[in-house]
C-alpha cells in the first residue's frame, strides 16, 4: 500500500457528501486492507467536524454580511434546520442514528450542521457524531467486503 492511496482515501473521507462513504470503497479498491481503509477515513471524515462545529454558526453570520453569500448562507440554514427537524426528536441518539445512515445528504457534516443549529454541546456532538461515522463506516466496509449479495441475498440476482 503506497502513501498516496492512503492520502487519498484520507482527503476523500473529508469531503462533504462524499465523506467516508466515498473514501472507503476508493481506498479498498485501490488496494488498501477493509480495515485500514476504514481506519483512515474514519479519522479523515472525523478530522473537520470539531472546527465546523465550534465555528460554523459564526462563519455563518459572518458571511451574511455579503450580498452575494445571503443566498447560500440561507440555503445552508435551511439544511440544517430540515435535518435538525429529524434528530430534534431523540436528540444526541438521532444525531448519531441520522450520521449514521450511509446515504446522500446524511453524514458527519450534515450532522455538524443539524447540530450547531441545534445548539448542542460541543462534547455531546462529537461523541454521538463519532458514533454515527463509526457504523456507517461498518457498513460501508462490509458492503465492500462482504458484497451486496451477502448482505442483501433478498435482493440481489445471482
Keep these: 500500500m503506497s502513501i498516496s492511496i492512503v492520502l487519498w482515501t484520507f482527503f476523500i473521507s473529508m469531503l462533504p457528501i462524499v465523506e467516508l462513504r466515498g473514501a472507503i470503497p476508493v481506498g479498498?479498491?485501490?488496494?488498501?486492507?477493509?480495515?485500514?481503509?476504514f481506519a483512515v477515513?474514519?479519522?479523515?471524515?472525523?478530522?473537520?467536524?470539531?472546527?465546523?462545529?465550534?465555528?460554523?454558526?459564526?462563519?455563518?453570520?459572518?458571511?451574511?454580511r455579503f450580498p452575494r453569500f445571503a443566498r447560500l448562507v440561507d440555503k445552508l440554514e435551511a439544511k440544517g434546520s430540515k435535518s435538525a427537524e429529524k434528530i430534534r426528536k431523540y436528540e444526541k441518539w438521532g444525531l448519531l442514528i441520522f450520521v449514521a445512515i450511509p446515504l446522500p445528504?446524511?453524514?458527519a457534516w450534515t450532522g455538524s450542521l443539524a447540530a450547531a443549529m441545534l445548539d448542542m454541546k460541543l462534547k455531546d456532538a462529537l461523541i454521538?457524531?463519532?458514533?454515527?461515522?463509526?457504523?456507517?463506516?461498518?457498513?460501508?466496509?462490509?458492503?465492500?467486503?462482504?458484497?451486496?449479495?451477502?448482505?442483501?441475498?433478498?435482493?440481489?440476482?445471482?
Design 41 to 64: 477515513a474514519v479519522i479523515g471524515n472525523m478530522l473537520p467536524i470539531p472546527i465546523i462545529l465550534l465555528f460554523l454558526r459564526k462563519v455563518l453570520k459572518w458571511l451574511r
Design 128 to 158: 454521538y457524531i463519532f458514533g454515527g461515522v463509526v457504523v456507517a463506516g461498518v457498513i460501508i466496509t462490509l458492503i465492500m467486503s462482504l458484497g451486496l449479495q451477502a448482505i442483501f441475498p433478498l435482493f440481489v440476482k445471482s
Design 105 to 107: 445528504g446524511t453524514g
Design 28 to 37: 479498498m479498491v485501490a488496494g488498501m486492507l477493509p480495515w485500514e481503509a
